[in-house]
């Protein structure tokens, strides 16, 4: 670990934090809606934002982080699960913390190098870091207090990226890894020790058990018996959790199995519990009270695991207490957040794979066209989602949720090698006679009592970011294009737009200090966009420069990053065989370990992209995959899961796909 105390006195020089309006936690308040009471930055004074200071994060991967204000204190989070303290009103750095993250780390990924915030409560700031630890320092010094491991098995591909939550005298945080074949589980720990309290399990851990909890007996026959059980299962709570006070009821969202497709890894069917379910569970004793199932028996990487948002709605007349999210799978819901009874779902994008949700029922109407055991299918939502982590925002004064997200396919395939979205070589035979829509994103103002469309922006990429409503009236968020935008809230008007030059895919906050009110967001590129490359060559013509920006009225310029030299054309490579054989596995190969990183298609914004591979970096290829000699830049050894002979294949498929892009280009 690595503690750097910088200022820390400084900041009460600059603010009385009597004076502070903070943001807290992570979803401005326990039902996550993401509002803000203050009205000093409004409709009338917008237009005069600008910058009132930023600071570098040290990273030219994804921001996702939701810094936290607490008495004119921000805390966030950089890449590698670095911690930062920050002066609220000046953004000096008064410490910093790095937990030493091994780099090998890096290829149990699925998404980036990234992690969404801390959680701060009684002078204590917890975060989780990705290789499974939960960590508690002193808010004021960033020493820690203490560490647990919150892995089951340090050799299975575990990570952390979510931010923990504080409920009473607990922090709760879950995991990630479905992708590479873990088991899901949510635990809470004692927030003064860091002793464990209980973990509930999401999915069983065989036909025969063990059983940790009674909730696993039931789930385990809606599982096939058939020998899929070493792969995990999948199911992990990797990001959204709510709480409501009154009801005493923690509710957390699963993620997708382990593999994807359920013929694979349940092969006499079953819904699968609780794998992309919405769970409402005790927190005093961690058993299940209700839950909801969004996609029974999942094979499309469609996760409840996205922001849920608590509020008190009338529906036909009477008040009801609702849970809302807008998950990957298309579908806006309302849940009964008391009982768990679905009260409606209407689908917010283009879907193929589902007509409807049925009410009574609380189940999908599946169309059979996403069905890809006997061949490759074109489905809609994309794998990405049609709304994935970026949370979203409840305004009580419109009575609207703003969310951004994108309507996008992808083709399924029965062979795990596939990754691949619209660009598939037989798109035009796997479309069809279908209507699919234009490739875009965009931000939807939903009602969620009406489950009607009130107004949407559309947005030039697909992936852009998280969403701050205001009682100002004004909806904030930025874009992968390097915008912050600030809109009205009820007609979507464009009142600002700022350019940074970085990609925003982290959610803004506002807070005021010294009756001065800030609005800041967390500006890097990268996370899940790793996977969805489609446009994002717009992304090169600035540095990657991740830093945090806070916004003021009356405010400077924003400063933008140095700009990119325009790359050349690709370069020839030496062709190292012309066996189909070798390359196919290649290509194969490449997909699914260099893929996420580098690019499925060979180009990647953030990465380097392998087709421009230089000289030397040829000669040390086998170095750089098998011996980790890069492994300090973040590029671990590969020795563990390929050999030589794979390993040439792989070289030989990069040199072939570059010198095919360079004749088709």
């Known amino acids: 670990m690595r503690i750097a105390i910088l200022g820390l006195l400084s900041v009460w020089l600059t603010l009385d934090s009597s004076q502070a309006s903070d943001w807290s936690t992570h979803g401005a308040g326990d039902f996550e809606q993401r509002y803000s009471t203050l009205t000093n930055i409004q409709r009338k004074t917008i237009a005069s934002l600008g910058l009132a200071w930023e600071q570098s994060a040290h990273s030219h991967r994804g921001l996702e982080a939701t810094p936290i204000v607490v008495d004119g204190i921000m805390y966030t989070t950089s890449t590698w699960s670095r911690v930062m303290a920050l002066n609220a009103v000046t953004g000096q750095v008064l410490w910093t913390y790095d937990p030493d993250v ?46 647990i491991d919150t892995l089951i098995d340090r050799d299975m591909w575990y990570s952390i990226t979510g931010a923990p939550r504080v409920i009473k005298d607990l922090v709760i ?54 020998d899929v059980w070493t792969g995990g299962g999948g199911g992990t709570v990797w990001d ?40 409402a569970l005790d927190p005093d004793t961690g058993r299940l009270v209700w839950h909801y199932q969004t996609v029974p028996g999942d094979s499309w990487d469609y996760t409840a ?56 029922s609380g189940r999908p109407v599946e169309t059979g066209l996403a069905d890809y055991r006997l061949e490759d299918r074109l489905v809609f939502p994309a794998a990405s989602g049609a709304h994935n982590w970026q949370p979203m925002a409840f305004s009580p004064e419109t009575g609207l949720v703003y969310f951004t997200g994108r309507e996008s396919g992808w083709v399924h395939s029965n062979a795990d ?47 852009n970011g998280g969403v701050l409503a205001t009682a100002g009236g004004l909806i904030f968020f930025g874009t992968a294009t390097g915008k912050f935008l600030a809109l009205d809230a009820a007609d979507g008007a464009e009142l600002l737009r700022l350019d940074v030059g970085t990609g925003i895919i982290a ?42 920006l806070a916004f003021k009225l009356k405010g400077a310029d ?25 390359l196919e596995e290649g290509r194969i190969l490449y997909v699914r370990f260099c893929g996420s990183c580098h690019g499925v298609y060979g180009s990647e914004p953030m990465l380097p992209d392998l087709r421009r591979m230089l000289p030397h970096t040829h000669e040390l290829f ?19 899961e390929l050999d030589e002979k794979e390993v040439f294949s792989i070289h030989a498929y990069i040199n072939h796909l570059a010198n095919t892009t360079r004749k088709a280009n």
């Open 417 to 463: 090698d596939k990754w691949f979205a619209l660009g598939a070589e037989n798109i035009d035979e796997l479309i069809g006679e279908q209507k699919i829509p234009e490739e875009i994103g965009f931000l939807k103002a939903w009602n969620p009592v009406t489950q009607q469309l009130k107004w949407e922006k559309v947005l030039p990429n697909v992936w």
């Open 507 to 548: 959610p803004p906050i506002t807070y005021s200090a010294n009756g001065v009110q800030y609005v800041a967001v967390m500006a890097g590129w990268g996370g899940p966009a790793f996977n969805t490359l489609a446009g994002n060559e717009a992304l090169l013509e600035y540095e990657n420069a991740g830093r945090i």
């Open 173 to 226: 945080i879950g995991n990630g890894g479905a992708e590479m074949g873990v088991r899901g589980y949510v635990t809470a720990y004692e927030k003064q020790t860091g002793k464990q309290r209980w973990r509930f399990f999401t999915v069983p851990a065989s036909p025969d058990g063990p059983f940790e909890h009674p909730e696993l007996k039931d789930a385990v026959h809606t599982w096939s018996k058939n």
């Open 558 to 582: 924003v400063p933008l990053p140095e700009k990119i030299a325009p790359r050349g054309s690709i370069p020839e490579q030496a062709e190292l065989t012309s066996d189909e054989d070798i």
């Open 240 to 279: 959204s959790m709510a709480y409501d006070p009154q009801l005493n009821l923690l509710y957390v969202g699963t993620g997708n199995g382990s593999p994807w497709a359920r013929h694979q890894r349940s092969p006499d069917g079953g819904d699968n519990l609780y794998l992309a379910s919405i769970l």
């Open 622 to 640: 086998d170095s750089i995959v098998l011996d980790g000699l890069y492994e300090s830049r973040g590029m671990a050894s590969f020795a563990e």
């Open 102 to 147: 091994p780099k090998f780390w890096a290829k149990r990924l699925c998404c980036d190098v990234v992690n969404r915030g801390v959680a701060v409560s009684d002078g204590n700031v917890f975060f989780g870091t990705l290789d499974g630890r939960l960590i508690s320092l002193d808010a004021k010094t960033g020493k820690p207090r203490w560490e």
């Open 305 to 360: 695991t996205q922001h849920m948002i608590l509020a008190d709605l009338s529906i036909n007349g009477v008040i009801r207490k609702v849970l809302m999210q807008a998950p990957k799978n298309g579908f806006f819901y309302v849940l009964d957040r008391a009982t768990g009874e679905l009260i409606s779902a209407e689908s917010y994008v283009f879907t193929n794979w589902a007509s409807h949700i049925d009410l009574e």
